[in-house]
């Protein structure tokens, strides 16, 4: 499973669409491991391009501090599973809580 971590200063960005970078982490399920982490520059921000550019990134999986309705609108219909209300801690641990079953999500931090 690829799980995508929106990024600012190397923690999780709490406002999605505007983040610095990705870190894509390629994991196992069964072995709740990290096989792989990959970072890549966000693209510029144009409302509906992140959905499609994660998608065509491979990710399965998004873990996100806030995130606006319309934009998990257009996740789900590109079979992308939003975690929303994430604290900002490293996306190594985010992943690790979320394949263990003990990521707490909190509010979406997001309005619109």
């Given at each position: 499973?690829?799980?995508?971590?929106?990024?600012?200063?190397?923690?999780?960005?709490?406002?999605?669409?505007?983040?610095?970078?990705?870190?894509?982490?390629?994991?196992?399920?069964?072995?709740?491991?990290?096989?792989?982490?990959?970072?890549?520059?966000?693209?510029?921000?144009?409302p509906g391009l992140l959905p499609q550019w994660l998608a065509a990134q491979g990710a399965q999986?998004?873990?996100?501090?806030?995130?606006?309705?319309?934009?998990?609108?257009?996740?789900?219909?590109?079979?992308?599973?939003?975690?929303?209300?994430?604290?900002?801690?490293?996306?190594?641990?985010?992943?690790?809580?979320?394949?263990?079953?003990?990521?707490?999500?909190?509010?979406?931090?997001?309005?619109?």
């Amino acid at each position: 499973m690829r799980i995508a971590v929106p990024l600012a200063n190397g923690r999780l960005a709490m406002h999605f669409g505007h983040c610095e970078r990705f870190v894509f982490l390629d994991t196992d399920v069964e072995e709740k491991a990290i096989l792989n982490k990959e970072e890549a520059e966000a693209p510029p921000h144009h409302p509906g391009l992140l959905p499609q550019w994660l998608a065509a990134q491979g990710a399965q999986v998004i873990i996100a501090g806030g995130m606006g309705q319309r934009a998990l609108q257009l996740f789900a219909q590109n079979g992308i599973k939003v975690v929303v209300g994430a604290p900002a801690e490293s996306p190594e641990d985010l992943v690790s809580a979320y394949l263990n079953g003990s990521l707490s999500a909190g509010e979406n931090v997001c309005d619109h």
